[in-house]
């Protein structure tokens, strides 16, 4: 989560689990004037009491960029699929996409001068996966992962139906695919470092526009089939 344009700048807010430990210092390091705060994505109270931090730095100025990158994996088969697990994982990776920064969106969406979508306005960016499309369902050659890839294809449809309520509010809406990368969930055997995979998907967040809201795109740009 973070208020940026096209390019990003300096002040914003980043939300995690665990702001004090190294992640957060790392991101507290990247910005000016960036407010750290903890949240749990599947805690009313806790994604409330981030929206009223971020509110409170930014001031007037509203949310001009949301990312929710939360997420979590799961590589259940048919036979290992436990129900509980199932619906931890959409709590998280669907449930937790429909947060309560509409508000402070919405504020920024009505800045002075600003018309069209595009991130310098009022965007909301849902990080997914290509394992989420059903398009390419056969063609990705991955465990089943019932939990993960089912929740991912929801995250998807929840990003079009954002895109569709939100555009007269002036607010874009876009999922992305960052790729298969080094990370604890990707495991060190993912060929994209973070750094490669963030740079590619800020060239594609200063692209977009009023013609690629509700799209499904990789990191480099790519539309990818829902």
Known sequence: MGRAGSPPRPGGG???RDPEGPRGKVSAGTGKGMVLSQ???VNLPSIQRAMQAVGNHLKDQGLTLLINNAGISSHATLCSLDSQEMLDVFATNVVGT???FLPLLEQAAKGEGKEGLSCSRAAVINISSKLGSIGLCLHVPQAPMYPYRASKAAQNMVT???AAELQDKGILCVAIHPGWVKTD???????????HSVRGILTVLASLSQDTSGAFLDWEGNSLPW
């Open 14 to 16: 980043a939300a995690g």
């Open 39 to 41: 949240v749990d994505t």
């Open 98 to 100: 429909l947060q309560e």
């Open 160 to 162: 079009r139906c954002l």
């Open 185 to 195: 969930m990707g495991t060190q055997e993912a060929p994209l470092t973070v750094e």
